[in-house]
């Protein structure tokens, strides 16, 4: 697998994933978190989880609109 790892910085609020989107890219985070961010009826969004480098998610299945988005390290 390592030859086909490449590093990224993405940035904060970077979307990395959309629900019920085929998943393009797979993500090992070195630092920081993700969150798992579900958008509910009339826009509002709220975090419904966080990813590290100690763990990996699973697609979001709370929201028919569920994002995930880097936050920042630290």
């Known amino acids: ?3 086909s790892l490449h590093h990224v ?3 904060i609020k970077d979307q990395l994933e ?3 989107q085929p998943i393009k890219n797979v993500y090992f ?3 920081g978190i993700a969150s798992v961010v579900a958008t509910m009826t009339g826009g509002r969004q709220g975090e419904v989880g966080i990813v590290g480098y100690d763990g ?3 697609n979001c299945r709370h ?5 995930h988005y ?3 390290a630290g």
Do not use: D
Request: net charge positive; hydrophobic share 25%.
């Open 18 to 20: 959309v629900a019920h």
């Open 70 to 72: 880097l936050a920042p």
């Open 56 to 58: 990996m998610k699973k």
């Open 1 to 3: 697998m390592r030859p």
């Open 63 to 67: 929201s028919r609109k569920g994002k």
């Open 9 to 11: 910085e993405p940035g």
């Open 29 to 31: 985070p070195e630092r």
